[in-house]
């Protein structure tokens, strides 16, 4: 080293090293993510989709502007993410953030970009600010959302938020929930990774799966199903599948939905099913056991018994690993409903919305990638699920009601008013009653060692394929108890509403996401569901001990660094006093 600086250019050695070191390492990327549960880290499944992007893809962020505090931190975290991305494809994914109708002084102009915006599923908030100079409310939009776009394809839209909130603790009988905002931006943080991701994924897939609509056993075709049908069609190929006229063919059909039936099964139709299943198929069962409607006890105004539909599917779905129980699950934990209390003095009728326990609140009470941080999950009149034993299979529960539940045996009877006193209230003794369950491992078939040779001969002529006594791979089931999980309710002055959402309420549910979930965790194999697992831990501080200790962290925070400086000041100067000072002669 001495002898470099001793060299006539020195200086010019020194340059040429530093730009080389700069060069160098603009072409590394590295960071250590040090957090416990590695909040700032990718999936494998996003890396390996990042590293195959062929061309560019743009986000427009528009979570941008003055924002509060908590929708400023999700934005921050919004573009770390995305610089992340950007990072991994080789500059491929580029971002910018703009707020919407910023420098557009003309109203309609604005009007008509806020609706565009709109119809492509981009999401906003009215947000009023009150100012403390000019003492009044001014009111601006807060868009929390972001659109995705690649070549010519149609963008896809991402809502920042979390379809899940979190709600403080509540007493179920006598409080109303309050959102904790803190926990549900949290929430929002720990699904970004998975919501841009899978923007990306379907925008940049070359094939796209195909889900088919199954029919023939009463399911309905009307305006009940417009939202599923809808859902489906924006991000796969959908078909309708009628069961009387053919055998299902899993290489051509990713995933089958059976949503409602109202007519039994011949043991013809769940062979097909079967043999799908067997051949690799998937299904997802939307199965009301009973016939319980509101409609019914609407038209009654009074009690009546809750049947069984007879489907006759308990034999195929008891092979399979679950048990659909011919019961009621209730929950104090609920939607309300409507109902009639009175008259007013005009003769119109006086409504009140109570609660219904028949409407439980689902949620996930363990650790699945389906259900994570979900928002609550609404069904109708469901019943439990038991598990049983299945050589080979994986049970999941995706869905189970909260901490204060009861079953209703068959024949259940159906009422208004089910909940009459404290006595029934301590019947509400049971937790977390399975309602959706997820099925994964190699299915026996329900038909080995019960067909005769001439049917075998038949099934293959008919199918063009061997009969399977069992799955030839991996296989994923899910069933669900409840049908009216996922369609819609049909309005005289809306038309069809959102699934998840019921009139007056004003509020949908998260039954659509959970719904297209479960179709992409079935149908989709790019694994991208491993980054729905991630947990962002929110560290709050005790705000009832911050609050007391106040005056302590002010003085500690502000105080004692000024009296720190003053003291050193003082002891230099005294140091320098006595060390160069003047002292008097002996």
């Known amino acids: 080293m001495q002898k470099l600086l001793k060299h006539k250019y020195w200086w010019a050695v020194l340059l040429v090293l530093f730009l080389a070191v700069v060069y160098l390492s603009s072409g590394l990327h590295f960071r250590a993510d040090l957090t416990a549960e590695k909040r700032y880290s990718l999936s494998n499944a996003t890396k390996s989709l990042l590293e195959k992007v062929d061309d560019v893809v743009t986000v427009h962020v528009y979570l941008t502007g003055d924002l509060p505090a908590d929708y400023r931190k999700l934005s921050i975290a919004t ?50 600010v009150i100012s403390d100079q000019k003492e009044k409310a001014t009111s601006h939009f807060i868009w929390p959302s972001a659109l995705v776009t690649y070549k010519d394809r149609r963008p896809i839209a991402v809502d920042l938020r979390s379809s899940r909130k979190v709600y403080k603790q509540y007493n179920v009988v006598t409080d109303d929930p309050q959102e904790d905002i803190e926990a549900t931006r949290n929430a929002a943080e720990a699904l970004l990774e998975y919501k841009f991701a899978n923007a990306i994924d379907k925008l940049t897939r070359k094939t796209v799966p195909t889900v088919a609509y199954v029919v023939g056993n009463g399911e309905p075709v009307d305006r009940t199903v417009n939202d599923l049908g809808e859902s489906l069609r924006s991000e796969y190929k959908l078909a309708v599948f009628d069961l009387k006229k053919g055998y299902p063919d899993a290489s051509m059909i990713d995933a089958m939905v059976i949503v409602k039936p109202t007519q039994p099964f011949t043991d013809e139709d769940k062979l097909k099913l079967d043999q799908y299943v067997m051949n690799g198929g998937k299904l997802i069962w939307f199965v009301d056991k009973l016939h319980a409607e509101l409609d019914s006890l609407m038209r009654k105004q009074a009690e009546y018994t809750a049947f069984d539909r ?17 019961d009621l699950v209730q929950d104090l934990n609920c939607a309300k409903i409507p109902v009639v209390i ?38 109708i009149f469901p019943s439990s699920i038991d598990t049983v ?31 009459k006193n404290d006595a029934d209230l301590r019947t509400f003794n049971k937790s977390y009653l399975p309602v959706v369950v997820l099925l994964e491992g190699k299915f026996t078939s329900l038909f080995a060692n019960r067909v005769g040779q001439t049917l075998l001969d038949s099934i293959q002529k008919a199918s063009g394929k061997p009969f399977l006594p069992k799955a030839i791979k991996e296989g994923k089931q899910i069933v669900v108890s409840d049908a009216d999980l996922v369609t819609n309710v049909v ?41 729905r697992n991630k947990e962002v831990i929110l560290r709050l501080l005790d705000k009832r001990k911050l609050e007391d200790q106040r005056t302590l962290w002010q003085f500690l925070n502000i105080a004692l660094p000024v009296l720190l400086v003053i003291l050193a000041g003082i002891i230099v100067q005294w140091r320098r006093k006595r060390k160069y000072g003047t002292h008097p002669a002996a």
């Open 310 to 326: 007879g489907l006759n599917l308990d034999d195929i779905l008891f092979r399979y690993g679950v048990r659909v129980n011919g």
């Open 342 to 379: 009175g008259r007013n003095p005009d003769g119109s009728p006086t409504m009140q919305r109570v609660p219904w326990p028949y409407y439980p609140f689902l949620s996930a009470h363990g650790d699945n990638p389906i259900s994570r941080n979900l928002d609550r999950v609404l069904p």
């Open 79 to 128: 573009r770390d993410l995305l610089e992340e991305f950007n990072a991994l494809s080789t500059n491929l994914v580029r971002f910018s953030f703009e707020k919407p109708g910023e420098g557009i002084q003309n109203d309609t102009a604005v009007a008509i970009l806020y609706d565009s915006l709109a119809r492509m599923g981009a999401v906003y908030e009215r947000s009023d």
């Open 491 to 531: 309005s005289s002055s809306q038309g069809p509403l959102p699934m998840g959402e019921l009139p007056l309420e004003g509020y949908r549910f998260a039954n659509r996401e959970f719904f297209l979930n479960c179709v992409d965790y079935l149908a989709s194999n790019n694994n991208l569901f491993e980054s």
């Open 389 to 419: 034993k299945a050589p080979g299979i994986k049970k999941t529960i995706l869905l189970a009601t909260d901490s204060s539940s009861r079953q209703l045996a068959s024949p259940a009877i159906v009422s208004l008013n089910s909940v």
